[in-house]
T-cell receptor, first 114, second 112 residues
Framework: NAGVMQNPRHLVRRRGQEARLRCSPM?????VYWYRQLPEEGLKFMVY????????ESGMPKERFSAEFPKEGPSILRIQQVVRGDSAAYFC????????????FGPGTRLLVL | DAKTTQPTSMDCAEGRAANLPCNHS???????VYWYRQIHSQGPQYIIH???NNETNEMASLIITEDRKSSTLILPHATLRDTAVYYC?????????????FGKGTHLIIQP
């Protein structure tokens, strides 16, 4: 059973470009969470999605960031007009059900904004 | 902000048991204690979780005090590969319904 998959593993963008980060949850998991880890800091929750629904986006910056989890395909975290401060590791986690289930993390995408 | 308190760092000799403490004095009755670890440059790895009773799995044991205000993660025979940052997290309803709140964790260094 494959774990949570994220791609790309490394992404380099210039200021002002768009970054798209993809997350494929574990098989059978319908809940996805995105976290950000800035250099030398802890992980911060960004957004929680179920298929076709955003459940909690309280940790998501209000501008330039969006997330989706379509009926088919991976979850996408999209960052528009990236700035140097967006440079970080972005981790995705998945769980099978809401409530009472452990979150399992992917290997992360390291975004570098030049 | 994280509601748990952990030591910033700990050392342990290879082959010995590593005991990592965590204080969670404001934990609610429906909140579990979760432990994750993050090895350098990798994604967090789930270790173990518990509500009231002590728990054991192939990776570790979790000892929760009777008043649930603190717990200890035990790695019975630490190896160099156990060097990582260990996070103790309170989570409502077992962790699946909410985003996890990570604190600074304990940097465990296993010495050869």
């Amino acid at each position: 059973n494959a774990g949570v998959m994220q791609n790309p593993r490394h992404l380099v963008r210039r200021r002002g470009q768009e970054a798209r980060l993809r997350c494929s949850p574990m098989k059978g998991h319908s809940h996805v969470y995105w976290y950000r880890q800035l250099p030398e800091e802890g992980l911060k929750f960004m957004v929680y999605l179920q298929k076709e629904n955003i459940i909690d986006e309280s940790g998501m910056p209000k501008e330039r960031f969006s997330a989706e989890f379509p009926k088919e395909g991976p979850s996408i975290l999209r960052i528009q007009q990236v700035v140097r401060g967006d440079s970080a590791a972005y981790f995705c986690a998945s769980s099978p059900l809401a409530g009472g289930e452990t979150q399992y993390f992917g290997p992360g995408t390291r975004l570098l904004v030049l | 902000d994280a509601k748990t308190t952990q030591p910033t760092s700990m050392d342990c000799a290879e082959g010995r048991a590593a005991n990592l403490p965590c204080n969670h004095s404001t934990i609610s009755g429906n909140e579990y204690v979760y432990w994750y670890r993050q090895i350098h440059s990798q994604g967090p790895q789930y270790i173990i979780h518990g509500l009231k009773n002590n728990e054991t799995n192939e990776m570790a044991s979790l000892i929760i005090t009777e008043d649930r205000k603190s717990s200890t993660l035990i790695l019975p025979h630490a190896t160099l590969r156990d060097t990582a940052v260990y996070y103790c997290i309170e989570s409502r309803a077992g962790g699946g319904a909410d985003g996890l709140t990570f604190g600074k964790g304990t940097h465990l260094i296993i010495q050869p």
